[in-house]
């Protein structure tokens, strides 16, 4: 009876021993989480948004989040929360730390790190895999593939128009859905990987409360749209609501709303796609739809329906609001047949032909996927400087294990002089190796170079100024340097000018490529 008690207490305390285990807290927080991108989707080698979740220990805490990735060219790189905003973490608690990081490989690993004032510190790392599962993310797309995100809580038909722009799914573009604005990004180039963002105003659970108009989501989408970015947003049933001053939307849509009214057909819009249109079933094709009307205060009316506006095209500094009168997530125009080409076109999407075997580009080649690997390819190449061809280096090396080894077992032999091999071969090295010397000096130089590229746009109003600045830094040793980034056009923008400085990865699946 004594040893069945015991075993009986021994497997009680084998199984309940773990399970104290688990429960117990330590005094720093639990990094508990990472999402990347816009719902699992984002580029590889552009800045991407990065939340991190931390749950709080036994005590508070306070200090810094850092997170370590690779580089375009594969070296780990890192970034953290600035040293004046530290992260506060209380007992219990959850902490979300919004970073901004630039994946430089498709397949990558993530640590993320949470270093507390008095120099305490807990990790976590994760790597990326095509199905995701603990502690493990998304694997990047490429960087010449299209990406839109769409704030939205039901389907607008753009998975159908990127099924409509290419028949290769490896090339059509990728399709993003948020539900909620307040996950949007609160800087700028949170957006950088993105080509399209699209809002749909049907759902006021997405939009409405979520953020402040002004806030820093709002300007952040706003100053991308000014710097090249493209929004198309719908508003129909819900347009008083999305245009009102009090929405977050209102900045994005070009007029005053006037009323929402049905209308039966929509010819404008047939027209607007001309070959592409099929329209609606005739069950549906009697069901009105319903328009908004607006004044448009800017832009262009691309579409109208008599004197009722559809599709209104407004400029912002670089970019485009394109607005669309009609709720495609909403009957009867979520059954139209061709909702998938009028997205294609709202966006501008050319319809790809059919990929045809025959067909081969140089950058194909090459391996180079996009325009910015050419750059990248010429910013590599520094007058004065020689690269030996991989050619000359293999024969220079069969030569030298020719001479070390059977060249100077035979000669020695011949002349009966084998013991002189303690001679003749450091001899060996020492020449080639002071060859090889000379010959890096010669070829390379001793001067650091830099070569640069400078793009500069002037919005026409005056009021905008955008430049990219591109360089390539060559060094003939081994070094370490500090490179800092300062906008010389005080004439035309003023000074204290914000500006980026990040690396260039080279696109595509080449010799140094970012794609696997």
């Known amino acids: 009876m004594f040893p069945l008690a015991l075993a009986c207490m021994l497997l009680v305390l084998i199984f309940a021993g773990p399970a104290r285990a688990n429960d117990e807290v330590g005094p720093l927080p639990e990094i508990a989480g990472l999402q990347i991108g816009f719902d699992g989707c984002y580029k590889v080698g552009l800045w991407t948004p990065v939340r991190i979740e931390l749950r709080g220990g036994s005590e508070p805490a306070v200090g810094r989040v850092s997170i370590t990735v690779p ?14 905003e530290p992260v506060r973490v209380a007992p219990g608690e959850t902490e979300s730390v ?15 790190r949470f270093e507390t004032d008095d120099g305490r510190s807990v990790q976590r790392r994760f790597q990326s895999s095509a199905e995701p599962g603990r502690d493990e993310y998304p694997s990047a797309i490429p960087a010449d593939r299209r990406l839109v995100v769409c704030f939205a809580a039901s389907d607008v038909g753009l998975e159908e128009a990127a099924a ?46 979520r953020i ?33 001053p009090s929405s977050p939307l209102a900045a994005f849509i070009p007029g005053t709303w006037k009323a929402t009214i049905p209308v039966r057909g929509l010819v404008g819009l047939e027209n607007y796609l001309g070959e592409y249109a099929v329209g609606l079933a005739d069950a549906q094709s009697r069901r009105p739809t319903a328009v908004a009307r607006i004044k448009p205060a800017e832009g262009r009316v691309v579409v109208e329906e008599g004197n009722l506006p559809l599709v209104v095209e407004a400029t912002r500094g670089f970019g485009r609001v394109t607005f669309l009168a009609v709720d495609l997530d909403e ?11 009028l997205v294609a076109r709202l966006l501008d ?44 280096i293999m024969a220079v090396l069969v030569v030298y294990v ?8 035979w000669l020695l032999r011949r002349w009966n002089r084998l013991g002189w091999t303690w001679f003749t071969f450091p001899l060996l090295v020492v020449v080639f190796c002071s060859g090889a010397y000379l010959a890096a000096y010669w070829f390379k130089g001793t001067e650091i170079r830099l070569n640069q ?57 080449g010799l140094g490529g970012m794609d696997p």
């Open 71 to 84: 580089d375009g060219e594969g070296v780990a790189s890192r970034v953290s929360t600035p040293g004046e």
């Open 98 to 112: 919004l970073l901004y990081v630039r994946f430089g490989r498709i397949h990558s690993a993530a640590t993320v």
């Open 164 to 209: 409509f722009v290419s028949f290769e799914p490896s090339r059509q573009p990728v399709v993003a859905r948020i539900d909620d604005l307040a996950k949007m990004p609160d800087r700028w180039y949170g957006y950088e990987g993105v080509d399209r963002v699209v809002i749909a105003t049907s759902r006021p659970e997405v939009y409405q409360g």
């Open 212 to 244: 402040p108009p002004g806030g820093e989501q709002q300007t952040a989408l706003d100053r991308w749209v000014r710097l090249g970015g493209r929004v198309l947003i719908m508003a129909a049933v819900r347009a008083e609501q999305a245009a009102d």
């Open 331 to 341: 009957p009867p125009s979520s059954k139209r047949k061709d909702r998938g080409a």
């Open 349 to 392: 999407w050319p319809k790809e032909p059919e990929a045809s075997p025959a067909r081969t580009t140089t950058a194909t080649h090459l391996g180079f996927s996009d325009i910015s690997g050419q750059l990248r390819g010429a910013l590599d190449r520094y007058p004065g400087v020689s690269m030996i061809p991989f050619g000359v």
């Open 402 to 409: 020719m001479l070390v080894g059977p060249v100077d077992y």
């Open 453 to 509: 590229v400078d793009l500069v746009d002037v919005d026409t109003t005056g009021k905008l100024v955008r430049g990219t600045h591109w360089s390539s830094l060559y060094s003939p040793k081994a070094d370490t340097y500090t490179l800092s980034l300062r906008p010389a056009v005080e004439r035309l923008a003023p000074s204290g000018a914000p500006a980026m400085l990040a690396w260039l990865g080279l696109p595509g699946s």
